[in-house]
């Protein structure tokens, strides 16, 4: 399998990374040490995390999620991994995503206190790549590529990255590294996919210029990419069929930035021509995130190991221009069908 290096690093990934957000929630301890092992077996050496995990959030499961990799990982030969986490910067270890309310900051006490905590919880003395969840627009960069480089000078990290972040976000905060001699972002992880690619109006420029790479999560867009959501009844057990019946008004919202008219019938066109090129609709769309030059890894996540297969068929697949030409086709007659 061909591996490809994150940034300017020294992590050394396979282009398919194991997302584990639903471990917890969706995925019973069965099931997610079963996709864990089938992952490991088919050769994938990266896997990312999160303290705030599984989704959707909450108080009572945050932190979960790392507690099962960290029992899984026992007995595992650790260098064999890239273990990726992220801080939220929650001060008592728990917080409402994106707002603060007083109580979240990635400033150096919460960075410290998350980074301690995840080490603690995934069983390990070092992560491979700690990265930023959500930018923060109110403490000082400055602060918090400070506290990120003493984690790295300390050994309990050895890159870091950024999540969700902007174009501008992105290259002011390495410009700050770059001035004071800090550990600067090696990656951004955004949410990326056929139903979502305004990272190519910006980003993907910065991290070509700027060997930045991008970890793109959500390549099926939740699952949407593969069709299911297209039927007459949403399908049971899938996430968003839940969120839609949601009470929280956060988790109904992103439920239908997914599923909309406009995703629904661009998510139909690419199911079509999956159809036509003989493919899964799903390895059409981790297979068309991965063949970006700036792309080092694609974030694919399943309820079940059987889910795994049309992701993993990507490996296989190298998209000519006839169908990269379609693709673009599609998302100029639908611009931005996810808003």
Not at 211 to 222: D, M, Q, T, V, W
Request: net charge neutral; with cysteine.
């Amino acid at each position: 399998m061909q591996h490809r290096y994150i940034g300017k690093t020294g992590l050394r990934v396979t282009p398919i990374c194991l997302g584990t957000m639903t471990f917890g929630s969706q995925s019973s301890k069965k099931e997610a040490f079963a996709i864990m092992d089938k992952a490991y077996e088919r050769g994938i050496n990266f896997f990312d995390t999160a303290e705030l995990y599984p989704v959707p959030p909450n108080a009572k499961d945050a932190g979960r999620t790392e507690e099962w990799i960290g029992e899984w990982l026992k007995g595992k030969q650790r260098d064999s991994l890239i273990i990726a986490s992220k801080v939220a910067g929650a001060a008592n270890g728990w917080f409402v995503p994106p707002i603060r309310h007083g109580m979240t900051a990635i400033d150096r006490f919460h960075i410290k206190k998350a980074v301690e905590g995840s080490l603690k919880r995934l069983g390990t003395e070092y992560i491979d790549l700690y990265q930023m969840h959500w930018p923060d627009t109110l403490v000082p960069k400055e602060e918090s590529l400070q506290a990120f480089d003493e984690l790295v000078k300390e050994g309990k990290v050895r890159y870091i990255g950024t999540s969700n972040d902007s174009a501008y976000g992105l290259t002011k905060a390495n410009e700050i590294a770059k001035y004071e001699g800090t550990a600067r972002f090696e990656s951004i992880q955004n949410n990326f996919s056929l139903n979502n690619p305004r990272f190519l109006d910006e980003l993907a420029h910065v991290c070509r210029e700027e060997k930045i790479s991008l970890l793109p999560y959500s390549p099926i867009a939740g699952g949407v990419l593969s069709g299911k959501y297209n039927a007459k009844f949403y399908p049971e057990n899938a996430r968003f069929s839940s969120y839609i019946q949601s009470t929280n008004p956060r988790v109904k919202a992103q439920a239908q930035r997914f599923i909309n008219d406009r995703a629904l019938e661009a998510t139909q066109k690419y199911v079509d021509l999956a159809k036509e090129y003989g493919m899964h609709p799903v390895t059409l769309a981790v297979a068309w995130s991965m063949h970006f030059d700036f792309v080092a890894s694609t974030i694919i996540g399943a309820r079940t190991p059987e889910q795994l297969d049309p992701s993993f068929d990507a490996f296989d697949v190298k998209l000519e221009d006839e169908i990269l030409q379609k693709i673009k086709q599609i998302q100029s007659e639908i611009l931005y069908p996810m808003g």
